[in-house]
């Protein structure tokens, strides 16, 4: 399994414009967390305290208990209650082993301000994210 400090974190697409300089400041933020299946890393409803990225392993986001989504390696979670400071729009459940980086509030906003490249690629995520809810709701 890939180490946070081994691993090439610009192969992942959130980071993908980030300079080295950025890199090395988005790995020291990042905690590497292993979690077993069936483990609940979001609680729609609850507040939100992390930011998450997916390394290895699926998760499924589930919404007034219907699952809408599987999320998988180089895909993120979590960002939406940091944001907006609401409950969490969704439970994220492991749907097995997983591998993933995990940052706090605190940090989450602290690479916003300092990594603009960061920031555009989650507001790329998220407005994709809203075409996707959109299109389902609509059609
Ligand atoms: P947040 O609301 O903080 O916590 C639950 C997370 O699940 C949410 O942020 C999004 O990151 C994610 N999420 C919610 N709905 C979907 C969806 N339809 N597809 C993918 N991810 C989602």
């Given amino acids: 399994m890939a180490t946070a400090a081994k691993l090439d974190l610009s192969q992942i697409w959130v980071f993908s414009t980030c300079s080295k300089a950025e890199l090395t400041k988005i790995r020291r933020a990042f905690t590497e967390v292993t979690v077993e299946a069936g483990r609940l890393l979001c609680e729609e ?3 939100g305290e992390e930011f998450f990225i997916i390394l ?3 998760a499924d986001v ?3 208990g219907r699952k809408v989504n599987t999320l998988g390696p180089g895909q993120f979670f979590g960002e ?3 944001l907006d400071h609401r409950p969490r ?3 994220v459940r492991a749907a097995s082993e997983m591998t993933v980086l995990v ?3 605190r940090e989450f906003t602290g690479l916003l301000a300092e990594v ?3 920031t555009k690629k989650l507001l790329q995520a998220v407005a994709g994210r ?3 809810a959109d299109s389902k709701a609509f059609h």
Wanted: aromatic share 0%; net charge positive.
């Fill in 89 to 91: 729009s969704a439970t």
């Fill in 130 to 132: 809203l075409r996707a």
């Fill in 56 to 58: 290895s392993g699926t």
């Fill in 62 to 64: 589930i919404r007034n």
């Fill in 80 to 82: 939406l209650a940091l």
């Fill in 45 to 47: 409803g609850a507040p």
């Fill in 116 to 118: 603009p490249g960061l």
């Fill in 103 to 105: 940052l706090a509030q």
